[in-house]
């Protein structure tokens, strides 16, 4: 898994925030912008992975030397922070509601779509996040809302980082399923079906019985990708109905 937030924090904050003083070809004219550069590393990672994304196909991408990236961007390390934060503000987080409710749904939805998008996002550790306008957008958006629901500060800080935990890595998983499909050429139900075995030959009731019971009543019915969209409305629901049951409205 790549880990954001290494490298020289000032640089990386200068590039996320395209500041004057970050780094640019310097004498000539330069040959490639910084946002070009981020957005041909995401199509490469979007296409074939992460980590198979390097420097020199970046540089081979947009038919410029390796050298020519390094004036922009020092490495891959800080290269990802700008790829994430990049990704990030592709949530354009504005809604028309004046429900938190319906303001962090928004979010969420989103969040799966992005997630669908690019699926190297899933390889990202974020426990370290790159400082930068993307997660800022994101954080305000969600602070906002869970602000109008009466929750203490300290409850609204703790409420916004228990969506955002628990829609990313739902949505991680999501895009894990319409990945594994696109890498493999085989449907998870295929791939279920391709170990029915296990079922006929393995499985014990007796021994699960709380499964056999769920089993025998209809409750793994659904397809693998089905039930992991279930898994996140189901989930979803119940995190912000706990959250509502311990605020007071404005």
């Known amino acids: 898994m790549e880990h954001s937030g290494g490298g020289d924090p000032r640089e990386t904050l200068r590039l996320l925030w395209r500041s004057p003083q970050a780094r640019s070809g310097r004498g000539r004219p330069p040959k490639v912008s910084l946002d070009k550069i981020v957005a041909a590393a995401m199509d490469l990672a979007d296409r074939d992975g992460l980590d198979t994304m390097t420097m020199d196909k970046v540089a081979a991408s947009l038919d410029v030397g390796t050298m020519t990236l390094y004036t922009h961007v020092p490495g891959k390390t800080e290269l990802v922070d700008l790829m994430l934060d990049a990704a990030w503000q592709e949530l354009d987080l504005v809604s028309t509601s004046d429900d938190w409710r319906q303001q962090v749904e928004l979010y969420a939805h989103r969040a799966v779509e992005l997630y669908k998008r690019h699926p190297w996002l899933r390889m990202v550790s974020t426990t370290r996040p790159p400082l930068g306008p993307g997660l800022f957008a994101r954080e305000n958006f969600l602070i906002a809302a869970l602000s109008?629901?009466?929750?203490?500060?300290?409850?609204?800080?703790?409420?916004?980082?228990?969506?955002?935990?628990?829609?990313?890595?739902?949505?991680?998983?999501?895009?894990?399923?319409?990945?594994?499909?696109?890498?493999?050429?085989?449907?998870?139900?295929?791939?279920?079906?391709?170990?029915?075995?296990?079922?006929?030959?393995?499985?014990?009731?007796?021994?699960?019985?709380?499964?056999?019971?769920?089993?025998?009543?209809?409750?793994?019915?659904?397809?693998?990708?089905?039930?992991?969209?279930?898994?996140?409305?189901?989930?979803?629901?119940?995190?912000?109905?706990?959250?509502?049951?311990?605020?007071?409205?404005?």
Request: a negative charge.
């Open 148 to 250: 109008t629901t009466g929750l203490s500060p300290t409850d609204v800080g703790a409420a916004a980082n228990a969506i955002v935990t628990f829609v990313e890595s739902a949505a991680a998983v999501q895009a894990e399923h319409a990945h594994g499909e696109r890498l493999s050429g085989q449907s998870d139900d295929d791939w279920w079906a391709a170990r029915q075995v296990f079922w006929e030959n393995f499985f014990d009731p007796e021994r699960y019985p709380a499964i056999s019971e769920i089993w025998e009543k209809g409750g793994f019915n659904r397809s693998a990708a089905e039930a992991a969209a279930n898994a996140f409305t189901l989930g979803l629901r119940a995190l912000l109905d706990g959250i509502a049951a311990m605020a007071q409205p404005n």
